[in-house]
């Protein structure tokens, strides 16, 4: 029996073959490599970008909060030497919540006929 003869030229054919298909996936690899590398550090500097507002954003809340406490607003009353009094009576309104059987046991025209202080004509 014979076996078919290959010629030299279809053999280093082969061998090129390979090692171009060998080249193409490390190619493919590598491009795959430089891709994810390139979303890591877009990822991570996105994270950055967040973690600085949000540091930003606790900042401003704990200079809200400084801004908003007495001792502060007590310091600027007296640095202004504002005059600052209490309201009269007619400036301020109570408001109650009642409960629903609370509610049930007070009549509606009751409810209707009280008049809150201000309500009417308004005074500049």
Do not use: C
């Not at 053999?11 to 430089?34: E, H, P, R, T």
């Not at 996105?46 to 801004?67: F, G, S």
């Amino acid at each position: 029996m014979r076996t078919p003869q290959h010629s030299p030229v279809s053999g280093k054919l082969a061998m090129v073959g390979k090692f171009l298909f060998a080249a193409a996936a490390v190619a493919a690899l590598l491009n795959v490599y430089i891709y994810l590398n390139q979303k890591i550090a877009e990822t991570q500097r996105q994270i950055r970008k967040t973690e600085r507002v949000l540091h930003e954003t606790a900042q401003l809340r704990i200079q809200r909060e400084q801004l908003m406490a007495w001792p502060h607003i007590k310091n600027m009353i007296a640095r202004f030497d504002l005059k600052l009094h209490g309201p009269n009576p007619g400036q301020v309104a109570t408001m109650s919540i009642l409960t629903p059987d609370q509610a049930a046991r007070i009549p509606l025209e009751s409810v209707a006929a009280v008049r809150t202080p201000g309500s009417g004509v308004i005074r500049n």
